[in-house]
């Protein structure tokens, strides 16, 4: 069964500071990997997914098939980086229906 | 396009009581999820339907929870009856199909927060 796993519920920055939120996965097939990102009164929204390659906001996130990891950096963060982050992961499970799992989230301040 | 529309924003119940939570997609989106989001579990998916058919409900926690897509711009989340425990906050979001991707982005509604006393 697919699982998603950000060991971190709080992360706390200075400005100016990187910041990396970890992710790591289970999955035995091939998966597709994404950021969601939920600012302070905002929906849920997509940040970024593995197969685009691209910088969004200043983060990244590369895919490590062999640490089955997932991690979202930046390397100077920003108050307005502020907001609850989640990584997902998409890929058939068993019964062969595609969804969305999600980790439980990582809330990530930046302090000024 | 007001994106994907949650009614109501926030409900408060006594527990056995009947709840239902109301979602309307972004039009021309052909799939649309249900998830329930609480400190303890974070986000779970409960259900989600293509073309207005349920596919995977395997989610939903008991019997007390349905869900149902009558037309492509209309779907309720229902709870009969309530518990405290299922105080949460709960997403509807909607993706549009495109044939040959396994995956699209999920556009979520603003959620509706649950509190059953």
């Known amino acids: 069964a697919q699982r998603v796993t950000q060991p971190e519920k709080l992360l706390s920055v200075f400005k100016g500071a990187p910041v990396e939120l970890k992710c790591n996965y289970s999955y035995s097939g091939s998966p597709e990997l994404f950021w969601y990102v939920q600012y302070s009164r905002q929906r849920l929204q997509l940040l970024l997914r593995h197969i685009s390659r691209e910088s969004i906001k200043g983060f990244t996130a590369d895919l490590n098939k062999g640490e089955t990891s997932f991690h979202l950096k930046k390397p100077f963060a920003q108050e307005e980086d502020s907001a609850m982050y989640y990584c997902a992961l998409s890929g058939p499970d068993e019964g062969g229906s595609e969804k969305l799992v999600f980790g439980k989230g990582t809330k990530l301040t930046v302090n000024p | 396009d007001a994106g994907v529309i949650q009614s109501p924003r926030h409900e408060v119940t006594e527990m056995g009581q009947e709840v239902t939570l109301r979602c309307k997609p972004i039009s021309g989106h052909n799939s649309l999820f249900w998830y329930r989001q609480t400190m303890m579990r974070g986000l779970e998916l409960l259900i989600y339907?293509?073309?207005?058919?349920?596919?995977?409900d395997s989610g939903m926690p008991e019997d007390r929870f349905s869900a149902k897509m009558p037309n492509a711009s209309f779907s309720t989340l229902k709870i009969q009856p309530s518990e405290p425990r299922d105080s949460a906050v709960y997403f509807c979001a909607s993706s549009p199909f495109s044939s040959g991707r396994r995956y699209n982005e999920q556009f979520f509604g603003p959620g509706t927060r649950l509190t059953v006393l």
């Open positions: 339907f293509n073309n207005n058919v349920p596919i995977d």
